[in-house]
Nanobody
Framework: QVQLVESGGGLVQAGGSLRVSCAASGRTFSSYAMGWFRRAPGKEREFVAGITWSGGTTYYADSVKGRFAISRDNAKNTVFLQMNSLKPEDTAVYYC????????????????WGQGTQITVSS
């Protein structure tokens, strides 16, 4: 069992930066691939970024590539999402998720989810 708790959301102006964190419970955190997803108002939840259990491979949605960076610290059971050059269209609830095994962009493959953190980007 893995419990995930996001933090670090808030309000930021367009062009600004924000870092959100996801703290995981459980001793097997390093066995899980981690993903960040988001749901904007009126839209479906979508994949944002993912990282393998080792941190050796990352993957990004085209919409955030070059602006966002995912990383993890397995010693601290935490995964991060650094968001730069934020745009109003990045406004959404951001969720972290964990799955055992390989990385995927498919949200239905993830076993555990956090409660989400709101990020609002003002123009």
């Amino acid at each position: 069992q893995v419990q995930l708790v996001e933090s670090g959301g808030g309000l930021v102006q367009a062009g600004g930066s924000l870092r959100v964190s996801c703290a995981a419970s459980g001793r097997t955190f390093s066995s899980y691939a981690m993903g960040w997803f988001r749901r904007a108002p009126g839209k479906e939840r979508e994949f944002v970024a993912g990282i393998t259990w080792s941190g050796g491979t990352t993957y990004y949605a085209d919409s955030v590539k070059g602006r966002f960076a995912i990383s993890r610290d397995n010693a601290k059971n935490t995964v991060f999402l650094q968001m730069n050059s934020l745009k109003p269209e990045d406004t959404a609830v951001y969720y972290c998720a964990a799955k055992f095994g390989s990385l995927t962009t498919n949200e239905y493959a993830y076993d555990y989810w956090g409660q989400g953190t709101q990020i609002t980007v003002s123009s």
